[in-house]
């Protein structure tokens, strides 16, 4: 496992975990500022999941054209 994917498991699992930990807040105190955290944080975390697959993709393309490229 390369250092890319370590560093956005750390953030996916911050972000998410975040996110889970003021959904519970808010579904045990009702108060609106934790489901706004709750939001926010799951936001962040579909960014970074969205971010991580885009750049993944991207590598294999650029990795691609660079093979047909050289051959």
Do not use: C, P, Q
């Amino acid at each position: 496992m390369t250092v890319f994917w370590w560093i956005v498991g750390v953030l996916l699992l911050g972000t998410g975990g975040t996110a889970a930990v003021t959904f519970a807040l808010y579904v045990s105190s009702g108060e609106d500022r934790y489901m706004d955290v709750a939001r926010a944080a799951w936001r962040w975390t579909v960014v970074f999941a969205l971010g991580a697959f885009n750049i993944t993709i991207f590598k294999h393309i650029i990795l691609t054209l660079i093979s047909i490229w050289r051959s």
